[in-house]
């Protein structure tokens, strides 16, 4: 592993809650989701606003995301050549990238509590590589941590598959694109189509997930699916970002920095998502102020779960 692409990587965790993780009420992500005006109706969609109350402070990063992509759509409709005219439909997927950490589709019980545990910053600060470059495992962050209930976590993941002492922490974390995908699946609608779904389930291709199974061979600027993508390669980008500053508390040109490394860390990235990135990550470039406006909150809380 380079060394570009072990400190490009979002996780880790550089620093640590030191209070109790807030989980937003209904009421107040009905009244966060409403004033973004992006066409998200979620009085069809209790499901959802279930799901956005148990993601705790991954919702506010998403709310950030969406914002972003809104305040910048004209800019990334001219780089990108997107053909939606104004940005809801972008920042509905935006919003809903992490609606995955709240657990897999349909899932209740031990296991669906398990996730959320597993996906809230802990009191310590965690990173997810080994001095020699290694990923750590689940364990391993159960440990250095002292997660509280850990022997009830590895039994819970456990009856899943999943086997604390094997699977690579950011492995776990990652798989939230795939729950993603199969919770917006269930709440196809006009609000959440094809695009909206698959463009907020592949915010990971950077990292090798690829939940929607979309076919990065061969793929061409004037392919009729570029848009997908294109949404997609934006997300990717703002998700990102957002991340850097949001929990590392970094300035806008260390957080373009970062960012950057982590496609250049990619050889093997097909061009043309390779091109996209890199056009959306010029327009966040260029809008340090907006985004110093955008994230003043983050920056005055740098603790901001992963």
């Known amino acids: 592993m380079s060394e570009n692409l072990r400190h490009s ?3 880790p965790i550089e620093s640590a809650r ?9 009421a107040e992500v009905s009244e966060a989701v ?3 005006h992006i066409g998200l109706d979620l009085e069809k969609h209790p499901h959802l606003l279930e799901r956005f109350t148990e993601i705790s402070t991954h919702f506010d990063d998403n709310v950030d995301i969406a914002k972003i992509a809104g305040a910048l759509f004209p800019d990334f409709k001219e780089a990108l050549h997107l053909t ?6 972008l920042q509905r997927a935006g919003l809903l990238t992490d609606i995955g950490k709240s657990g897999p589709a349909g899932e209740e019980g031990p296991f669906h509590d398990a996730v959320q545990k597993l996906f809230i910053v802990p009191t310590k600060p965690f990173n997810a590589f080994k001095p020699d470059g290694s990923m750590k495992t689940i364990a391993d962050f ?7 209930g850990a022997e009830g976590i590895v039994a819970a993941l456990a009856e899943k598959g999943i086997f604390a002492k094997d699977e690579k922490m950011l492995d776990f974390w990652r798989r939230h694109a795939e729950w993603t995908l199969d919770i917006l699946k269930q709440e ?5 189509d094809p695009v909206v779904i698959t463009a907020a389930a592949s915010h990971h291709l950077l990292d090798g997930k690829n939940p929607a199974g979309l076919d990065l061979n061969g793929l061409a600027e004037n392919s009729p699916d570029i848009e997908e993508f294109a949404y997609a390669e934006i997300l990717q980008v703002i998700d990102k970002y957002q991340a850097f500053r949001g929990r590392g508390g970094m300035s806008h040109a260390e957080a373009v920095s970062r960012t950057r490394a982590k496609v250049e860390s990619a050889p093997g990235y097909p061009p ?6 890199t056009k959306a990550l010029a327009v966040i470039e260029a809008h340090q102020a907006e985004m110093d406006a955008l994230l003043a909150h983050d920056e005055a809380a740098p603790s901001k779960a992963a």
């Open 34 to 36: 409403e004033s973004l």
């Open 188 to 192: 196809a609608s006009n609000d959440i």
């Open 142 to 148: 159960l440990e250095e941590t002292g997660m509280e």
């Open 18 to 26: 030191d209070t109790e993780p807030q989980h937003p009420t209904e």
């Open 9 to 11: 990587e979002i996780p």
């Open 84 to 89: 939606d005219e104004t940005p809801e439909r």
């Open 272 to 277: 043309v998502l390779r091109s996209l990135f």
